[in-house]
Structure formats: structure tokens, C-alpha cells
């Protein structure tokens, strides 16, 4: 092996450890503890997106609605719905409740399942913070189609205090 070579491997290697401690500091950062206790009927029905982190699936899409259905076989159906350049979009998924309380496995595609942390709600069930285990997953969801500017601010509060980043959410009404 020659010397140029050594080098470029040398640096890739570097490249890749500090791309991984990287990865696993944001990872340590993130508080992705659930709510303790989840009334998973109460949750079920009709939410609007108050505001979310920007991700390819959702990318353009205004007047978001989620809507979930539990299913007597104890699985989730999931209707996410909104508009993307005038016209009306719509995705179907499924959920099923993991075994810790306020976590949710959900899948919009085949069987691949992705955690979906109920991890704030208020005490009225108004509104729900959620989250991913990745830092890019975020959504402020309410029953209502708006929500009073403090009851926002406090819940972009609860989100930064786990460490997403709440500067990139991407407001409904924008």
C-alpha cells in the first residue's frame, strides 16, 4: 500500500468515527421518554398539524390531518391526509402499540415499523407533542385546527428541553 493511499484511508476512518460520535452524541441528547400513562381510546379520532420538523413524506404539504382508528384486532389504522401543489393527498399506515405505554410502532410502507413516541399530551387530551428516536421526526398535533400562541410556546419549550432542534418546525398556518 502505497502512501497517498494510507493517507486517504487514514482520513475516511477519521471521517467515519467522527461521524459516528456525531451521531451517537445527538442520539444521547434526544429524550424520547413517553407519556406514563395513555388512554389509547382517547387517543384515537382526529388530529390537525399544529407544526412539524420538515421530512421527504410530508414535504409540501399544508392542511395535515392524521386520523386514527382502533381496529378490534388491537391494531392502529392510520389515515394521514393534506395538500400538496392544489391537489388533496392521502397515506395510508398501521400501528400497534409496543410494550411500553405511549410508544406506538407505525408503518406506512410494507413492514417496515418506525417508533412514534406520544411524548407530551396535555392533560385534556387538546394536544399531543410527538416524536421520533431520530432527531428529524417531530409533530405538534391538536384537535383543533389552531392552538393559542402560548399553548404553542409552551410546547415548543417541552420539545426543545428533549433536544429537537424547534427552529426548523415548519408551522401550518405558514
Given at each position: 500500500m502505497n502512501k497517498n493511499t494510507k493517507k486517504t484511508m487514514l482520513l475516511a476512518l477519521a471521517m467515519l468515527i467522527f461521524?459516528?460520535?456525531?451521531y451517537a452524541e445527538s442520539r444521547k441528547q434526544l429524550n424520547?421518554?413517553?407519556?406514563?400513562?395513555?388512554?389509547?381510546?382517547?387517543?384515537?379520532g382526529r388530529w390537525?398539524?399544529?407544526?412539524?420538523?420538515?421530512?421527504?413524506?410530508?414535504?409540501?404539504?399544508?392542511?395535515?390531518?392524521?386520523?386514527?382508528?382502533?381496529?378490534?384486532?388491537?391494531?392502529?389504522?392510520?389515515?394521514?391526509?393534506?395538500?400538496?401543489?392544489?391537489?388533496?393527498?392521502?397515506?395510508?399506515?398501521?400501528?400497534?402499540v409496543s410494550s411500553e405505554v405511549g410508544r406506538l410502532r407505525?408503518?406506512?410502507?410494507?413492514?417496515?415499523?418506525s417508533d412514534y413516541n406520544?411524548?407530551?399530551?396535555?392533560?385534556?387530551?387538546?394536544?399531543?407533542?410527538?416524536?421520533?428516536?431520530?432527531p428529524k421526526y417531530l409533530w405538534i398535533l391538536s384537535r383543533e385546527k389552531q392552538l393559542p400562541a402560548d399553548v404553542i410556546n409552551h410546547i415548543i419549550g417541552?420539545?426543545?428541553?428533549r433536544g429537537y432542534d424547534t427552529n426548523a418546525l415548519i408551522f401550518s398556518a405558514e
Open positions: 461521524a459516528l460520535t456525531a424520547t421518554t413517553t407519556v406514563t400513562n395513555l388512554d389509547l381510546q382517547k387517543f384515537m390537525y398539524e399544529i407544526a412539524r420538523l420538515d421530512n421527504r413524506f410530508e414535504r409540501g404539504m399544508t392542511d395535515v390531518v392524521a386520523e386514527y382508528t382502533l381496529l378490534n384486532d388491537g391494531t392502529i389504522r392510520i389515515v394521514n391526509s393534506g395538500m400538496r401543489d392544489g391537489k388533496y393527498h392521502q397515506t395510508v399506515g398501521r400501528g400497534k407505525v408503518s406506512f410502507f410494507m413492514f417496515f415499523y406520544i411524548l407530551e399530551m396535555a392533560q385534556d387530551g387538546q394536544w399531543v407533542l410527538v416524536g421520533g428516536n431520530s417541552l420539545a426543545r428541553g
